[in-house]
């Protein structure tokens, strides 16, 4: 628990300058959201530790560090696909939002993959989508999630893990952003635990682990600043009305009913098809 909350202060004084908070007055003006993750073609995972760190020279031996970063880099690659580690960020970002509009009306993210023709495969795009086609499912705004870089890397014997990034909402027409926030969890500045690599050259999913709790602990802190205090308790979904089979999250829009079939006349059979 002690390092998830460090790990959760530290996201909390990356943003710098180039972060913008959201305003409750802005989040008011915004009706059909569509959440998006993606992860940058050349984001990773990298292998930053034999190369970078010559600590390990001696455990090496005739392995030479480039070979050496090849493998490990292989075995995180096997540790958690890409697709998941950018699915891991959105799907428990909108977990944690509050039952109220905008995010109850927030479009499934099934026909957003459907209509940009994206995030149904492993290898997600590195180019921004055209989210201008969103407008024709009656989006108005993007909050959109992008890891640019991640994997391991070391520093004087100490290896850990790494993953940057940024967050942001727009609105898609104009693209006016009313929220950034970007984010750098690194577990070698942190001094966190040593996370040895060739443990992790052995068992991947000591990676796993280390990576998908950095991500929860962003899913949480964008979650909060997706909540601004400024802003007027949001309109619930109709308490009487059962689910929200329309608007909730992984739901397909229901399919229009069928027209009903006119009675046949006396002694005629069905009409053939067209």
């Keep these: 628990m002690g390092r998830i909350s460090f790990l959760a202060l530290l996201v909390l004084l990356t943003g710098g300058c180039a972060s913008q908070r959201l305003a409750g007055s802005d989040l008011d003006r915004i009706s059909r959201p569509a959440f998006i993750s993606r992860i940058e073609i050349e984001a990773g995972p990298h292998s930053l530790v034999f190369q970078k760190d010559s600590a390990y020279k001696g455990k090496l031996k005739k392995l030479e560090p480039k070979e050496a970063d090849r493998r490990l880099q292989a075995k995180l690659a096997g540790a ?3 697709f998941e580690v950018s699915e891991r960020l959105r799907v ?8 109220e509009r905008p995010w109850v009306d927030a479009l499934a993210p099934a026909r ?15 180019n921004a989508p055209d989210y201008d086609l969103l ?5 108005d705004s ?3 999630f992008v890891i640019q870089d991640y994997g391991m890397r070391s520093d004087q ?4 893990a790494y993953m940057r990034g940024y967050a942001r909402m727009f609105k898609i027409n104009g693209r006016a952003e009313i929220w950034r926030r970007p984010f750098e969890v690194d577990r070698v500045s942190e001094g966190a635990e040593h996370l040895d690599p060739f443990k992790v050259g052995k068992e991947p999913s000591l990676f796993r682990q280390e990576l998908t709790g950095m991500l929860d602990v962003v899913a949480a802190q964008f ?4 909540r601004p205090p400024d802003r007027k308790p949001g309109t619930p979904p109709p308490e009487d009305a059962g689910p929200d089979s329309t608007h909730t999250t992984g739901r397909e829009l229901p399919a229009p009913p069928k027209p009903a079939e006119p009675d046949l006349a006396p002694g005629e059979l069905p009409d053939p098809d067209p």
């Design 80 to 82: 958690v696909s890409r």
């Design 92 to 99: 428990n970002t909108f977990r944690q939002l509050p039952e």
């Design 112 to 126: 957003v993959a459907t209509m940009l023709e994206s995030f149904l495969v492993e290898e997600v795009p590195a």
């Design 135 to 139: 407008t024709r499912l009656g989006a």
């Design 142 to 144: 993007v909050v959109e």
């Design 157 to 160: 014997g100490r290896a850990g």
């Design 223 to 226: 979650a909060e600043e997706l």
